[in-house]
């Protein structure tokens, strides 16, 4: 994903780049094909509301900026209520397509083991969570920090003519509508409260895939596998992705759900369809007969069973400087995330930031950072500088959210003079939000327009 976008950035700056490629060459634990940007795990890149959602705003901002994530993305769109989330394979195939047709990509379907050659004057790292060891061992090596890693764990994939429609039904929580317009776009699946209690027993119980060496790992709480989240409740499950609100079983409309599993489109076909945060560690033997406790899928065949593998990313706010050069040998950057940002839209967006900066820098131009109002200017700032503790260990990864941008007051009362309700006020902020946001990007992409003082 970011090493992609940030080969596009470059070539569409006008500046010729070489992308190196290692599949089919050296395969991963979790890739599937040798397409450029290939999905691993999700194929939702998540909310695309700019007015009312962190992730939202950074796909506007990026797609103002040109991103073939976006632009691809949007072109393979599959149904997925309020979220943006594409057919896995076509995304991948355009982005391999456009980078393999542009004129100044070249693309090297090699292994770069340990560190790039001297000869290489200016270089981007973009491997993301699956750097081959000996790059892994030479960046270590490099900069003398110890490894930081965590676990994420891919969710299975269901055949759609498997599933029990008798028994689940199709629509999006609170009947929202999506980028396409589609207000059922998930497919239901209900559980009574003793069908859920036997389901958590289960994934207790089951089998999971362990390594020892990992064992002081932590896991990413945006990616908890479904049955650690398990271990910290009964009730985690019901109150995160299988909670039942919203929702209405067209079957049984007078009885409330306990817990809902969720399936989202994951092919334009529409013949496969991803449980909803269900990543598992879960051995695969396991995994086909829990997921079958679920209504709706006893009888399910599925296209993928989930899975886990590990992530690795750096110390950047100790390492990287604000233009993503690594301080011990800078003509080395770092893009995705191998750096210490958590989701696809957020890799992408880092691998946008540093081809532009790479270009900038090839052309002779300035390589300011987007200012800390935009999303990717807080990004940014978060993994280069903003961690308070970095020197101390506990950087993480993180994904893209309000905290980490300039709070900013909102509206307290609306236009009849009465005080807003709280729900409205932040609808309301975060648009506000948004708008500053995009505003002080286009300041940034033109900064004549407004005066240089605006550029900074």
Known sequence: MAGSEAAWQIAQAGVPVVLHEMRPVRGTDAHQTDRLAELVCSNSFRAD???????????????????????????????????LAVDRDGFAQAVTDRLEAHPLVTIAREEVAGLPP?????????????????????????????????????????????????????????????P??????????????????AFIDALLAGPKSEFKDWEHVPYFDGCLPIEVMAERGRETLRHGPMKPVGLTNEHDPQTKAWA?????????????????????????????????????????????????????????????????????????????????????VESAAIGLLAGRFAAAERLGQSAAPPPPTTALGALIGHITGGHLDAGKGSFQPMNINYGLLPPLEGPKHGADGKRLPHKERGRAKKRLVGERALADLEAWIHPSSLGEGRAA
């Open 49 to 83: 509301d700019w007015t009312g959602n962190a992730v939202g705003l950074l796909h506007a901002e990026m797609r103002r900026l040109g991103s073939i994530i976006l632009s691809c993305g949007d072109a393979h769109q599959v149904p997925a209520g309020g979220a």
């Open 118 to 178: 001297a000869a290489w004057d200016s270089v981007i790292v973009a491997t993301g969570p699956l750097t081959s060891p000996a790059l892994s061992e030479a960046i270590l090596g490099l900069t003398g920090e110890g490894e930081l890693s965590f676990f994420d764990a891919i969710a299975p994939i269901v055949h759609l003519e498997s599933v029990d429609m008798d028994v689940a039904w199709r629509q999006s929580r609170y009947d929202k509508e999506g």
């Open 180 to 197: 396409g317009g589609d207000a059922a776009a998930y497919i239901n699946c209900p559980m009574d409260r003793d069908q859920y209690e």
């Open 260 to 344: 809902v599993v969720q399936l989202r489109q994951d092919n334009a076909l529409g013949t496969l369809w991803n449980m909803v945060g269900f990543q598992t560690k879960l051995k695969h033997g396991a995994q086909t007969d829990i997921f079958r406790m679920i209504p709706g899928l006893e009888k399910a065949v599925f296209a993928r069973l989930g899975g886990l593998h590990r992530n690795t990313f750096l110390n950047s706010p100790k390492l990287l400087d604000g233009s993503l050069r690594l301080k011990a040998d800078p003509r080395m950057r770092f893009a995705g995330q191998v750096t210490g940002v958590e989701g696809y």
